[in-house]
């Protein structure tokens, strides 16, 4: 197994991480694989609704839905902060109850809402998880106020002493948007991981998805499935390979399989922690937050993927992306035992 070559850490001090997408309530509901036919799309990934199919859904479940703070950029900026790298959030929620409830649990988590926009008509969005009997979840999103969030809302000052922006795909629908956050971040000094978020995106963005790669991330996720509609196949390692041409450090989630690292010229495998899933949801939000708050501390990609793998397990034991303070704690101690390699003398770009 290659372990690779240490990434570039930070040289400065700035050892943070602002997540940027959409803030939404997750809505957590166990269903009978049944369920699934009288809901439109398919199984599995995320699919947008407005209010009314969002409503009609809600109604028909058999029981009233958990409630948790989520988003994908949220869940994996609550994970840094929560493994003790200071975090922000770029998203906007709206001016209502939800939006209050969303603000306080990301102070809970110890992210910052500095950079939090609002809306005074739109309510804040919500995405419902609908997860079968397999522990295979399937999203249907109503954006809310996260729809509203516009370029102009967006200057240098929200990612000031960031180190690195993690950005989530799901912005990939709305182009202009997309493309001003990029460049804003770069613009701030900050590198970029991006994740692709669902294979549907992927789909639908994937002409224009090698240049924003190219041009502006330095990291990029993906899951097998998003992977496979990147490159056009579904053989993992080439798939790696399409996505690492276009920027230094590419990783490549399996699930229970773990996940391939392509960091410089060189491939490593992390092997997955297998236990007992209840609920996949933010699993992949949790592997992103491991893993960057390994890279960004000096770890080598492959005990950053380690790092990403043990978060990833602890997420998937819960129903929702909230990981107990006793998870935490043992996630902590893990990978406090793990040891940075050290540091170049120069800095240089990560994969270079």
């Known amino acids: 197994m290659r372990q690779g070559k240490a990434p570039t850490p930070i040289m400065d001090k700035r050892l943070r991480i602002i997540g940027v997408g959409s803030a939404l309530v997750d809505q957590l509901a166990q269903v009978p694989e049944a369920f699934l036919a009288t809901v439109r799309g398919g199984k599995g990934g995320m699919v947008l609704v407005d209010d009314a199919e969002m409503a009609a859904v809600l109604a028909r479940l058999p029981r009233p839905p958990a409630q948790a703070p989520g988003g994908s950029a949220a869940n994996t900026a609550v994970g840094a902060a929560r493994l003790g790298l200071p975090a922000r959030l770029l998203a906007k929620v709206g001016a209502d109850a939800n939006g209050a409830f969303y603000r306080q649990a990301l102070d809970a988590a110890g992210v910052a809402g500095v950079a939090l926009k609002e809306s005074a008509d739109a309510p804040t969005g919500r995405c419902l998880a609908l997860v079968t009997p397999d522990r295979q979840r399937t999203m249907r999103t109503c954006l809310g106020a996260?729809?509203?969030?516009?370029?102009?809302?967006?200057?240098?000052?929200d990612f000031a002493d960031c180190a690195l922006a993690h950005i989530e795909g799901y912005l990939l629908f709305n182009d202009a948007l997309m493309q001003h956050v990029l460049a804003t971040a770069k613009a701030a000094g900050c590198r970029v991981s991006?994740?692709?978020?669902?294979?549907?995106?992927?789909?639908?963005?994937?002409?224009v998805l090698p240049r924003l790669l190219r041009e502006y991330a330095d990291i990029v996720f993906a899951n097998e499935d998003e992977a496979a509609e990147f490159a056009g196949t579904r053989d993992a390692r080439a798939a790696l390979q399409q996505l690492r041409a276009c920027c230094p450090t590419a990783a490549v989630k399996l699930g229970v399989?773990?996940?391939?690292?392509?960091?410089?010229?060189?491939?490593?495998?992390?092997?997955?922690r297998v236990v007992k899933a209840v609920d996949t949801t933010g699993a992949g939000d949790l592997w992103a937050a491991g893993f960057l708050y390994g890279l960004l501390n000096g770890l080598s990609p492959y005990d950053a993927g380690c790092c990403g793998a043990w978060a990833g397990a602890e997420v998937v034991q819960v129903t929702g992306a909230v990981i107990p303070e006793q998870g935490w704690q043992r996630l902590r101690c893990e990978i406090a035992a793990l040891k940075p390699r050290p540091a170049p003398r120069k800095l240089r770009r990560a994969g270079t």
Do not use: F, M, Q, Y
């Open 146 to 157: 996260s729809a509203t969030l516009s370029p102009a809302e967006i200057t240098v000052a």
């Open 194 to 207: 991006l994740d692709l978020a669902a294979p549907e995106i992927v789909r639908e963005k994937r002409a």
């Open 257 to 272: 399989r773990g996940a391939l690292i392509a960091h410089g010229n060189e491939v490593c495998e992390v092997p997955a």
